[in-house]
C-alpha cells in the first residue's frame, strides 16, 4: 500500500477515535447534513450547536420547515447572523419539497438558494457517501500545508489547485473501499483540532508523512494570508418608543431592506405619528454584523398609552419579543432598560 494510502488509512483512524459528538453526525441525512451546512457557513461549531438543536426540534422534517412561515424560521435563526441564510434556506425547502425529494448531484443541489460548490460537495459525501470533493475553510488549510500551495498566481489558481487535490483524496480513497462520508468529515476535523491557524500540532497529525508544509518547517505560511477584512461602517439614527417599560414599539423590516424580515427600532421620527410623546434620554450602542460595524443612536421616548396596531408598527414585550429580532436590537433594549432604571 502507498505512502498516501497508508496516511488516509491513519486519517479515518483518527477520525473514528478523536470525533466530536455533534448533533448533525448523529443522523446525517440529506435534511439535517443541510440544514447544518447552512448555518455553518461563515459560523463556528460551538454557535451553530443551540441553533441547531432549537431549529430541528421547530422543524423536525423538510415538510416542516417547507409549511412555516418565514417569520417562525427568522425566529428560530435570530442572533445567528447572516439572515439570507435563513431566506435561502426556506425557500429552498420549498422548492425540494415541490421537486418531491432530494438532488443526487451536484448540478442539481446548486440549483438550490444558498448552496454552493461546497456545501454541495459536503451535502452529497456526507448524507449521500459519494465521492464528491469539500473545500471550506479548514480543508483549505490542510491540503494548503500538504502542498505547499500558494496564491502566487492569484487567489482563483489558488483554489483551483486545492480543489484538485480535494478531488483527488476522496476519489482516490473512494476507490480503495473508504466511505467518502468519513473522509471528507475527519479532513475538516483534523483542520479543526489538530491542523489549526495558529501552532498546528503535527506530531499528533495522521497526515504528516504527506505533509511537505510541516518537513519544511514553514507551516504557519501556509494558506497564504488574505488581504485584511474590510469592514463596512454603518450609522443608524433610531427611536425607541416605550410604554410602562413593558412593552417597544417595532417595524419590521421588508424586501429590499438591510436585515430583511427581522423586526427593528423605528428610524422615522415618531413624533410625526404618535401624540403624547415625552423624549427620556438617548443610548449609543456598537454592533458587529457579518462584515458590517454599526455606530447605533437611540432617543428613548415614552408614551402614555398604546394601541395594539399602529399601521405598519407592532408592540411587542422588551423582555420576550415574540417575533424575530436580531441582536444588535436585543443588545440596544438592554441599554434602554438601563437607563429607564436609573430614572426610577
Keep these: 500500500m502507498s505512502k498516501f494510502l497508508i496516511s488516509l488509512q491513519r486519517l479515518d483512524d483518527w477520525f473514528h477515535h478523536q470525533k466530536r459528538i455533534l448533533p448533525w453526525r448523529s443522523q446525517p441525512t440529506f435534511y439535517r447534513v443541510w440544514v447544518s451546512e447552512i448555518m455553518l457557513q ?3 461549531v460551538v454557535t451553530v450547536i443551540p441553533y441547531f438543536e432549537r431549529f430541528i426540534e421547530r422543524f423536525p422534517t423538510l415538510q416542516d420547515l417547507a409549511e412555516a412561515c418565514l417569520e417562525d424560521v427568522l425566529g428560530l435563526w435570530a442572533g445567528l447572523g447572516y439572515y439570507s441564510r435563513a431566506r435561502n434556506l426556506h425557500r429552498g425547502a420549498k422548492m425540494i419539497a415541490d421537486q418531491g425529494k432530494f438532488p443526487k448531484t451536484r448540478a442539481g443541489w446548486l440549483e438550490i438558494p444558498g448552496v454552493g460548490e461546497y456545501t454541495a460537495g459536503a451535502i452529497l459525501s456526507i448524507a449521500g457517501n459519494q465521492p464528491e470533493p469539500i ?25 483551483t489547485r486545492l480543489w484538485k487535490i480535494s478531488r483527488s483524496f476522496v476519489e482516490k480513497g473512494y476507490k480503495h473501499q473508504m466511505n467518502p462520508s468519513q473522509l471528507n468529515q475527519a479532513l ?13 500540532r ?3 497529525c495522521p497526515l504528516v508523512d504527506l505533509c511537505e508544509a510541516s518537513k519544511k518547517g514553514d507551516t504557519d505560511a501556509f494558506p497564504p494570508k488574505k488581504p485584511p477584512k474590510e469592514w463596512l461602517k454603518v450609522k443608524e439614527n433610531m427611536h425607541c418608543v416605550i410604554f410602562e417599560a413593558q412593552w417597544v414599539l417595532l417595524r419590521q423590516r421588508v424586501k429590499g431592506e438591510w436585515r430583511a424580515g427581522l423586526w427593528d427600532l423605528l428610524e422615522k421620527n415618531p413624533g410625526e405619528f404618535i401624540s403624547n410623546l415625552n423624549r427620556v434620554g438617548q443610548v449609543e450602542t456598537r454592533h458587529t454584523v457579518t462584515r458590517h460595524k454599526i455606530d447605533r443612536k437611540t432617543d428613548i421616548w415614552q408614551v402614555a398609552s398604546k394601541k395594539h396596531e399602529i399601521g405598519e408598527y407592532r408592540w411587542v414585550s422588551v423582555r420576550a419579543p415574540e417575533v424575530p429580532v436580531g441582536s444588535a436590537l436585543k443588545k440596544t433594549l438592554k441599554a434602554v432598560e438601563q437607563v429607564l432604571m436609573d430614572r426610577k
Design 202 to 204: 503535527c506530531l499528533l
Design 42 to 44: 461563515q459560523t463556528q
Design 135 to 159: 473545500l471550506d475553510a479548514n480543508v483549505e488549510r490542510v491540503l494548503s500545508r500538504i502542498k505547499r500551495v500558494s496564491r502566487a498566481k492569484g487567489d482563483t489558481e489558488f483554489k
Design 188 to 200: 475538516m476535523e483534523l483542520g479543526a483540532l489538530i491542523c489549526t491557524p495558529t501552532k498546528p
